[in-house]
């Protein structure tokens, strides 16, 4: 049986998991497309229901749990949930999962952590970048965009499911990792900043990225051990996820 009306009461349900509200309420979240959602199911993330249209021409590619209910919808339903111009016209819908947050005891490794990046591209870049340099963790703390919006979640490109990507408070972090002795590296455009060349490389330590517009809080500034800048010529400044790219692979031992 196929979902045709996007007055379906379930319709409605998916629908309010595009927003933090609905996702808290209902505690789930949700993918849209394929690579998402063989991601997700590769690492035994619980996808609760897979709901498909007629038209998508994959799902042999996809090894379903038993557990997973698969939904027929249609087309219009399809695109009444997604977010994107064109969707694939496959979503998982996915339990959050309450994780006890601790602390890293031995082995730290290398850790991002954000402190009030907003724009869901900038934290899928970051995301995918520390992914690709080996970092541990990924930190978005208070006012980052939500580690679960619908945008975020496909800036991403399932690289959430291959590093640890939490929502927390960046504070303890920071005094965590300097009871520890591990430097916690800001960035910030200041001449009493030091070049990011001139600190060596390491293999605990982290590094915080402030908001696109305002740069770090005064608060987590005043935390950190040492803070970076990079060298700029002509440009006023550096896109963050640009920026922190260069850091992660520059410090990054």
């Known amino acids: 049986m196929e979902i045709t009306s996007t007055s379906n009461s379930r319709v409605k349900e998916w629908k309010k998991l595009n927003t933090k509200k609905g996702r808290k309420r209902q505690n789930k979240y949700i993918l ?7 991601e997700a199911l590769k690492v ?3 996808v609760e229901e897979l709901l498909i249209t007629s038209k998508f021409e994959h799902l042999n590619e996809i090894e379903i749990p038993d557990e997973t209910k698969v939904i027929m919808i249609s087309e219009e339903v ?8 064109t969707p694939q016209g496959i979503f998982g819908i996915v339990s959050i999962e309450e994780e006890k947050i601790t602390y890293p005891q031995k082995d730290v490794g290398a850790w991002l952590m954000l402190d009030g990046v907003q724009d869901p591209g900038n934290i899928g870049t970051m995301v995918r970048t520390a992914d690709a340099a080996g970092f541990s963790g990924v930190i978005l703390g208070e006012g980052s965009a939500d580690l679960y919006n ?3 979640v496909r800036a991403m490109q399932g690289c959430q499911f291959h590093i640890k990507v939490i929502n927390d408070n960046l504070s303890g972090w ?3 990792f300097k009871d520890m002795k591990v ?4 960035s910030e455009l200041n001449e009493h900043a030091r070049e990011y060349t001139n600190v060596g490389q390491h293999t605990d330590f982290a590094l915080v990225m402030g908001n696109e517009g305002n740069g770090m809080s005064k608060e987590i500034l005043e935390m950190t051990s040492i ?3 990079i060298p700029i010529t002509n440009a006023e400044s550096l896109n963050v996820a640009v920026a922190a790219g260069i850091l992660m692979f520059a410090l990054k031992k």
Do not use: A, M
């Open 78 to 85: 399809s695109k009444s949930i997604s977010e994107t111009q």
């Open 174 to 176: 920071i005094r965590h």
């Open 183 to 186: 430097p916690v590296f800001g």
């Open 150 to 152: 619908p945008k975020v």
């Open 44 to 46: 035994n993330k619980k």
């Open 32 to 38: 849209d497309g394929l690579h998402l959602v063989k």
């Open 227 to 229: 803070n970076l800048y």
